[in-house]
């Protein structure tokens, strides 16, 4: 059973600041008039309210420029394999969902990835409710609740000067067991993990959707800049750079984007997505069926990042509605 507790919202900066010498801490800072998710050395930048931040935690477990390995002058491969012990404070429901999303791909099936593998086993979530809709988001229609989720170690309730801690790991409570916190009862039926709103899902035919959909139309204006993709908690495409550093061969893995033309361009020349049409296309099949169909999940959480940060407003909500009434 779940335990829960009740956490001043002093006392949780207390707690924080006294975790700070033993992890890494990461919790949403303001950047200006940014709030992002930052590796914090002061618990009085930590803001924990209602606003989402405007990238997801995930690139603390997915780092978007990551040195895999070493080639030493002498031939010698030095894989690397730093995975701070790191705790993640203020985590939304949306980004829970996509940190599962991001765990499957990465560590079932057939390849599995030992580099955010072994950060995820050092890492500890804490999750942290929404009040509100924030504009853009769709988290209902995908089936999240924005108030309560238990794909984390510990998750907050903003109950006003207070925070209830539902501890839902062990790891989480091995990280409270020496701070005496009041217990605090519970129904369980409280926290439901589902919405109650239509989700919004692609219920299609890969053929079907792949020929029989108005890819030019939906796709005219994308810039295919790919600011999407960066923003995006589920997005997980990457490359690899080598370079060479006083005589030591290093590669990186980076962030890359299936909307940038050279994404998928071959040694030959030829590109099997030479338009914008072909990469958004992929883009949006992705997320809704490649996925689905390989991991059992839809790659979008609703989070709104990708629609609040459009420097034209493709809305990938409108997108999927606009597909599944074309194909009725």
Request: glycine share 6%; with cysteine; net charge neutral.
């Amino acid at each position: 059973m779940m335990a829960h507790a009740v956490v001043p919202k002093d006392r949780l900066r207390e707690i924080l600041g006294s975790l700070l010498g033993k992890y890494r801490l990461v919790a949403p800072v303001r950047e200006g008039s940014t709030l992002v998710y930052k590796e914090v050395n002061n618990v009085d930048d930590v803001v924990l309210g209602d606003d989402i931040p405007y990238k997801s935690p995930k690139e603390f477990l997915f780092p978007q420029v990551e040195k895999i390995m070493t080639f030493s002058k002498d031939g010698e491969l030095k894989p690397n394999e730093e995975a701070p012990e790191t705790i993640i404070v203020g985590v939304k429901p949306c980004d829970l969902e996509a940190l599962k999303v991001m765990t499957a791909v990465f560590t079932k099936g057939k390849y599995v990835d030992t580099y955010f593998e072994r950060k995820l086993k050092n890492t500890l979530l804490i999750g942290l409710g929404c009040k509100s809709e924030k504009p853009g988001c769709f988290c209902a229609e995908r089936g999240i609740n924005r108030e309560y989720s238990s794909a984390c170690d510990i998750f907050l309730t903003d109950e006003g000067d207070s925070f209830t801690a539902t501890v839902i790991s062990d790891k989480g409570r091995d990280v409270l067991k020496d701070f005496d916190l009041e217990r605090k009862d519970r129904q369980e039926t409280d926290q439901n993990e589902s919405s109650q709103a239509p989700v919004l899902d692609i219920d299609a035919d890969e053929n079907t959707l792949f020929n029989n959909t108005n890819w030019d139309g939906i796709s005219e204006k994308c810039l295919g800049c790919g600011t999407c993709a960066f923003v995006c908690p589920t997005c997980h495409c990457f490359e690899f750079k080598d370079v060479v550093v006083k005589g030591e061969a290093i590669r990186y893995r980076c962030w890359d984007s299936c909307m940038y033309p050279k994404f998928t361009l071959h040694a030959s020349g030829h590109n099997p997505r030479p338009s914008k049409k072909e990469r958004y296309r992929q883009r949006v099949m992705h997320k809704y069926l490649y996925v689905k169909q390989n991991f059992g999940y839809v790659a979008c959480t609703g989070c709104g990042r990708c629609i609040r940060s459009c420097p034209v407003g493709m809305n990938i909500k409108s997108v999927v509605s606009e597909i599944m009434e074309e194909l009725k």
